[in-house]
């Protein structure tokens, strides 16, 4: 299967959209919003293991978080 047929396979016409936009923009803004979507993340995150556990110390907190992103990565 080609590279171009396999993505679209994988992408629906939204994502497609989204891509173009995406492309537009600079370099420097494409890294500004990933690190904006990375901040996002931790945060969600850090509420979620808030929620789980309101009594959770700020070190435990940060433990979790950091296995919950290995986890995620494989690291």
């Known amino acids: 299967m080609s590279n171009t047929v396999e ?7 939204l994502d497609w959209q989204q891509l173009a936009i995406f ?4 370099p420097t803004r494409r890294l500004e919003i ?4 990375c901040e ?3 945060q969600m995150t ?7 556990d309101p009594q959770v110390s700020d070190a ?3 433990r ?4 919950r992103i290995e986890l995620a ?3």
């Open 73 to 75: 990565y494989g690291t």
């Open 7 to 13: 993505a679209r396979t994988i992408f629906d016409e």
């Open 46 to 52: 850090i509420a979620t293991e808030r929620q789980r």
């Open 60 to 62: 435990e907190l940060s």
């Open 64 to 67: 979790r978080v950091k296995a």
């Open 40 to 42: 996002f993340v931790q």
């Open 23 to 26: 492309a537009r923009y600079s």
């Open 34 to 37: 990933m690190f904006d979507l």
